[in-house]
């Protein structure tokens, strides 16, 4: 069966996240492997996606299989888009992780003591790095 869906969580350094299924029946386990073309950076969250489900026979829960990415999604702060990336230098490195409100994006953290923490990078933080 053909689902849609929205990419809603994907966690790279594991390679699997969840699919918010399009018809309201709730979220659905996606390996990056699973993914028609493409690795694990494609894997951006909000990108559109078509996809089968399966059910895992280990665990008796729902998988997607058959993965398309129809739509990319717009990334984040961190290196998914924007101005985000890799931290940076003194006061400017930004935290790791999603950009917030009013900032570019979080980097993974500084080069000195500066380098901001784990957090969402919320605020005004910049890493032009």
């Known amino acids: 069966m053909s689902c849609s869906g929205t990419l809603k969580k994907f966690m790279e350094g594991k390679g699997f ?13 996606v ?19 078509t996809f089968d489900i399966q059910t895992d026979e280990r665990s008796g829960k729902d998988k997607a299989t ?9 990334g ?4 998914g888009g924007g101005y985000g990336g890799g931290g940076g230098y003194d006061s400017y490195g930004g935290g790791k992780g999603k950009g917030g409100k009013d ?6 953290g500084g080069y000195d003591s500066y380098g901001g923490d ?7 933080s910049y890493s032009p790095y």
């Open 17 to 29: 996240g969840f699919i918010e299924n399009a018809d309201g029946s709730g979220d659905v386990f």
């Open 31 to 49: 390996h990056f492997s699973q993914l028609n073309s493409g690795g694990s950076e494609d894997m951006v969250e909000g990108s559109k996606m």
């Open 66 to 74: 058959n993965v398309t990415i129809t739509e990319p999604g717009s």
């Open 76 to 79: 984040g702060g961190g290196g």
């Open 103 to 108: 900032s570019y994006g979080g980097g993974k």
């Open 118 to 124: 784990k957090g969402k990078g919320k605020g005004k």
